[in-house]
């Protein structure tokens, strides 16, 4: 969830720092880096995505500080070189007035090259409205999003649906949005997934399945994955993937855990706890932007039971990253495999993975302050893995560091909670935020492993 606006920044003095690193081993190669939003508002937490039936055709969603009521999208149509905008403002509230603030966007297409738009819409004026997420629809590419749908909706007072995301499964054209009920931090909270047919939203949503069996802890950064069937299996897998907070003293989860669904997210099976993990702090050692440890599942488009997570761990004092495999659909797990750290001793966090089409290479987009000898500023890393996450290749993205402490759209420095990769048969296409001129902006690029 995005952090609360500043009031109007009166001046800036931005200082520019490059840090000049050794090439690293194996490097892909990075293609030209474009800004896709340039403004003095601030935008942060994107998604991403690319027309199936067009690679021309690309989409992204952001937090969008302009306002305090919409979230930010963009569409391009030359494969990401040049971006038109716009912003989905005014998602009205059970009472006939309209939310405050928006946040968390998720993007995607359905197989059909129907463009879906994901926003959590909530209040922050103490009107007591819980919050909604809507969904909407294009069917020019993302230029305009003339359908919206109520995906869920909450009015109970101290309640907020809370980091929703949402997945769409291709091969049945079934959106799903996963979301927790967040009562406070400190207070157990839930976490559930709903789905809709892609072919029939006037129908609307399902009603909410509780996707953990886990009691008393905060179940959050909840995502969804699916996959082919697997044995005794009635529909597509749907994995649900999230952190567990065990107390409210630690700002990040301390366990991983995962559910599984074979009859295509109806029901979930009894969940398994992936890992136990050192949090990291919410604030890292000189920074104002807060962390995140959160895990991130892709499942392997050929085989419904063998997965991947890679999740953040401070054990050694530093934040570091983490993947575990699952060939027998998350019952069991590998060993721990350190995607690596760029220097001794630094942070990578925020990661993100997905896979490619055939399975054979797992993709990783993560901040990376391992480029700074300080240890201060953020690089963007792309890292690739050929044999299951054992062995990494790694690649600097950004040519320029840049400060999370520097820019606005926060009160306190806010860079989001997520960045984001999509994979390809022979490439990735990556987003992020990162620094513009006069605040913090969107940035992407695709790369050759």
């Known amino acids: 969830m995005r952090v ?3 009031g109007a920044v009166a001046a800036l003095t931005i200082i520019a720092a490059v840090v000049l690193l050794a090439s690293p081993v194996l490097a892909a190669s990075v293609g030209r880096i474009v800004q896709i939003t340039d403004d003095a508002n601030g935008d942060n937490e994107v998604d991403i995505a690319t027309n199936p039936l067009d690679p021309r055709n690309v989409i992204a969603g952001w937090n969008e500080y302009e306002v305090d009521d919409g979230c930010g999208y963009g569409w391009s149509t030359d494969g990401g070189r040049t971006w038109g905008h ?5 998602a009205p509230r059970p009472d006939g007035g309209y939310y405050s603030t928006a946040a968390d966007p998720g993007v995607g297409f359905d197989s059909q090259g129907r463009a879906y738009f994901s926003c959590l819409y909530y209040d922050s004026s103490g009107t007591g409205w819980g919050g909604a997420v809507y969904v909407y629809r294009s069917t020019d590419g993302g230029r305009t999003y003339t359908d919206r749908f109520l995906a869920v909706s909450s009015i109970k007072l101290a309640r907020s649906h809370d980091h929703p995301f949402m997945t769409i499964d291709r091969t049945t054209d079934t959106l799903y949005v996963a979301y927790s009920v967040f009562n406070g931090f400190g207070i157990r909270s839930r976490s559930y997934v709903i789905q809709a047919d892609a072919d029939d939203m006037a129908a609307g949503f399902s009603a ?3 996707v953990s069996d886990i009691q008393k802890n905060e179940i959050f950064d909840l995502t969804v994955e699916t996959g082919p069937p697997v044995g005794g299996g009635s529909a597509r897998t749907v994995y649900a993937v999230f952190g567990v907070w065990s107390t409210g003293v630690n700002w990040n989860e301390d366990k991983i855990a995962v559910s599984r669904s074979r009859d ?20 890292l050692p000189g920074q104002s932007w807060r962390t995140g440890n959160q895990p991130i599942a892709a499942v392997d488009p050929t085989n419904g039971n063998h997965l ?16 575990r495999e699952s060939s027998d659909g998350g019952k069991t797990w590998s060993a721990r495999r ?8 630094t942070n990578q966090l925020f990661a993100w993975m997905t896979v490619s089409p055939d399975g054979s290479r797992l993709d990783v987009i993560y901040y990376d302050l391992g480029y700074d000898p300080a240890g201060h500023l ?11 996450g054992v062995t990494w290749s790694r690649t600097r993205v950004t040519r320029e560091s840049f400060d999370g402490n520097l820019l606005p759209p926060a009160a306190n420095p806010f860079i989001g909670d997520y960045i984001q990769i999509e994979s390809f048969a022979d490439r990735a296409r990556l987003a992020w935020t990162g620094n513009g001129d006069a605040s913090t902006e969107i940035f992407t690029t695709t790369v050759r492993p």
Request: proline share 6%; glycine share 12%; no cysteine.
């Open 4 to 6: 609360p606006r500043a």
């Open 86 to 90: 716009g912003i989905l403002r005014q």
């Open 208 to 210: 909410p399945v509780n």
């Open 264 to 283: 295509g997210g109806r029901t979930f099976e009894k969940s398994v706890v992936v890992d136990s993990v050192v949090p990291m702090p919410k604030f």
């Open 308 to 323: 991947w997570v890679v999740y953040g761990e401070y054990a050694d004092g530093d934040g570091d990253l983490m993947v």
């Open 338 to 345: 350190l995607v690596g750290e760029t220097a001794a001793g």
């Open 378 to 388: 953020i690089d963007v890393t792309y890292a690739a893995s050929w044999d299951d």
